[in-house]
């Protein structure tokens, strides 16, 4: 499997994996085919997930921009087309309450109303492309967070009242019996809480319906069209002054962008650009989806619910019940994308689905495969212009969503947007400041490999 940290190219006009949503989702819709001549362009957008179809969008429709996005493989071909759906009001992996210490109240609640707009937006452009006659096929709202260990429900209690007495979130606190016969009758759930919101839905539909919008607005889809080179291209106006222009060299055909934006996220290619270089880490997670449930099956799960769920776990785990009565049920893959294909790592998810499940002891799973999240040093999204350079400051990125990025690369896209039409984007860290660069960045995987080990120990023994 392609490995960001160790493979320069994601390839050219790959398949889509061998996943749930590719088997269910039907033919793509139409994009603007692969890169064949030499062509310049206002702006280019490198990657046809999320975050680019988003900033392509907006840029069309709110600043009279018509992007171009160079897609290497097929759209939603990385984590947008790969990941469980869930929707959420998510800030990445760092909580609130450390960002309310580190910056301030008004910091901390200016990031948490950019979560919310993030999900507003999806919301919105949900119902666009479902007047365009694309089904997202979202399902009825509520996201439960279980305590996998009864100690475990004391700090969901804590969390609940914060966000509470912080944000007037409605969160309601139940017991374990109450989650057992309520919603889904899961023996390694000890308690939860459920927040109101938050829903899963088919992601790939989802960038699907992205890509259409952007195109109706004026935007170029074009797949199949990776970024083998890229140089720069200085010409001098007068004696003082240069325009920059950034070269993207594809298979077929050159292109020439006044502006560059990066939204390749954890599926960036090592070594691709300086200001990305040593910033991230991708981190495989991995999914499988059941064979649907017989109504025996769902009787004797008490499996009521569609909610989206997620544990308490430091190696966390998540699931949710599927429209055709399957379970999807995701967690933590291989460390290297050479393992990435070994079985072992969707059998293992298969045997803890049955310690929650024991009625589904002899189920076996019909899809299983695997993609790369995007883990930040300091656990946030960052959504970037440089300036320390003159030929840097016509590239932007926004990389980082550690594994929360579903609802708010849509707000990531349309910040993005701003920033390349020249207008400033609010003055909060995920806006202002670089990605970090991991220390010691040849090692970023030995310090996964023991995080993953310290992980398995709290989890089972702490």
Request: overall charge positive; glycine content about 8%; hydrophobic content about 35%.
């Amino acid at each position: 499997m392609y490995d960001p940290l160790h493979d320069k190219s994601p390839g050219c006009g790959e398949a889509y994996p061998n996943s749930y949503w590719a088997n269910v989702s039907g033919d793509a819709p139409q994009d603007d085919g692969a890169i064949s001549d030499d062509i310049e362009v206002d702006v280019a957008i490198i990657g046809a997930g999320y975050t680019g179809l988003s900033c392509a969008l907006h840029l069309a429709k709110d600043h009279g921009i018509k992007a171009h996005v160079l897609e290497a493989n097929k759209t939603a071909w990385g984590c947008s087309g790969r990941n469980a759906g869930f929707i959420l009001k998510s800030s990445g992996r760092k909580s609130y309450l450390s960002m309310q210490k580190q910056w301030g109240e008004e910091v901390m609640r200016g990031i948490y109303a950019e979560m919310c707009a993030g999900v507003d937006t999806v919301n919105e452009l949900i119902s666009q492309a479902k007047q365009q006659g694309i089904d997202c096929q979202p399902q009825q709202t509520g996201y439960i967070k279980v305590a996998h260990k009864p100690k475990m429900l004391n700090e969901l209690v804590s969390l609940a009242k914060l966000q509470q007495q912080m944000f007037g979130y409605d969160v309601e606190i139940l017991s374990q019996s109450e989650v057992r016969q309520q919603y889904m009758d899961d023996h390694n759930a000890y308690g939860a809480i459920r927040y109101q919101d938050g829903f899963g839905l088919n992601p790939l539909k989802l960038a699907w319906a992205y890509q259409q919008l952007a195109r109706n607005a004026g935007a170029k889809i074009h797949t199949a069209s990776p970024v083998l080179s890229w140089h720069e291209e200085k010409n001098a106006i007068k004696a003082t002054q240069q325009v920059v222009k950034q070269v993207l060299h594809t298979p077929n055909g050159i292109v020439k962008a006044k502006k560059v934006v990066i939204a390749t996220n954890g599926y960036t290619p090592k070594g691709f650009h300086q200001l990305t270089t040593n910033r991230t880490l991708p981190v495989l997670s991995q999914i499988i989806v059941t064979q649907p449930l017989t109504n025996e099956q769902i009787s004797a799960c008490n499996f009521i619910t569609s909610n989206v769920v997620m544990d308490t776990r430091a190696l966390k785990y998540y699931y949710r019940k599927l429209p055709d009565n399957r379970i999807l049920f995701g967690g933590r893959g291989a460390i290297t994308g050479k393992s990435a294909d070994d079985p072992y790592y969707a059998q293992r998810l298969l045997a803890v689905l049955k310690t929650s499940f024991p009625p589904l002891a002899e189920i076996k799973y019909d899809h299983a495969w695997s993609g790369w999240i995007c883990m930040a040093l300091d656990d946030l999204p960052h959504i970037y212009q440089s300036h320390e350079q003159l030929s840097q400051s016509n590239v932007f990125y926004s990389m980082g969503y550690c594994g929360s990025g579903v609802s708010f690369s849509v707000q990531a896209g349309k910040r993005l947007a701003e920033k390349v039409a020249g207008i400033s984007s609010p003055n909060l860290p995920i806006y202002q400041q670089a990605l970090p660069k991991f220390p010691l960045a040849p090692l970023r995987r030995v310090g996964q490999w023991g995080y993953f080990h310290y992980g398995k120990i709290k989890d089972e023994y702490f």
